[in-house]
């Protein structure tokens, strides 16, 4: 079955610095969506993206989609201390999502 | 204002107990999930309905089980056939069940073994 798969696990970052995270499935995927957990709290949308080779930006958050649509990604420049959390992505899979295991980011001040 | 309210927020269940988290969206959404999150853990699937009376089995269904009699209600229910049912249970729905819609979720339920 399919399956979406996540590094780093856990990610270390001064504030300060940019860090990547990265998605990739096993298949292709209609769209990818990415979302975002804080401690204590529950996932929240944060985008979709549909087409091959797809950007998208959210202010320090850049998105992108790769041309073969199975593997995606999630920069942060200048991280904050508000980016703490863990950053899942997450692909449809007739009428269901495969969520990957997370990235759990910390950072440190 | 519209959302998803999960009850109760943490729960204890007995040995050989069932017991059931309430779920209820206000979203008018078709589609309706629930997951299950351990500690450092991403999200399982255990039961999806995309319509009213319909519901399939995620990747985790054992031990667990669902009704979808009203659009705005998806309560889940777990047995005592789950032996290990500690866990972080999340409720969530989307306008759809295509896969193509986001998903939002609710403030979720901590289930504990006494």
């Known amino acids: 079955g399919q399956q979406v798969m996540q590094i780093p696990q856990y990610q270390h970052v001064q504030e300060g610095e940019d860090f990547t995270t990265y998605c990739n499935s096993s298949t292709t995927l209609s769209n990818i969506q990415w979302y975002k957990q804080r401690p204590g709290g529950h996932p929240v949308f944060l985008i979709q993206?549909?087409?091959?080779?797809e950007v998208k930006k959210q202010k320090r958050l850049t998105f992108q989609f790769g041309e073969a649509k199975k593997n995606s990604s999630l920069h942060i420049t200048a991280t904050q201390t508000t980016d703490v959390g863990t950053y899942f992505c997450a692909g449809p899979s007739w009428g269901k999502f495969q969520f990957g295991a997370g990235t759990q980011v910390v950072v440190t001040p | 204002d519209g959302g998803i309210t999960q009850s109760p927020k943490y729960l204890f269940r007995k040995e050989g107990q069932n017991v059931t988290l309430s779920c209820e969206q206000n979203?008018?959404?078709?589609?309706m999930y629930w997951y299950r999150q351990d500690p450092g853990q991403g999200l399982r699937l255990i039961y999806y309905s995309q319509i009213v009376n319909d519901f399939q089995k995620g990747d985790i269904a054992e031990g667990y089980s669902v009704s979808r009699e009203k659009k705005e209600s998806f309560p889940l229910t777990v047995t005592s056939a789950q032996k290990n049912p500690t866990a972080f249970y999340l409720c969530?729905?989307?306008?759809?069940?295509?896969?193509?819609?986001?998903?939002?979720f609710g403030d979720g339920t901590r289930l504990s073994i006494l």
């Open positions: 979203l008018n959404h078709d589609a």
């Open positions: 993206l549909v087409k091959s080779g």
């Open positions: 969530a729905s989307s306008s759809t069940g295509v896969g193509n819609q986001p998903q939002h």
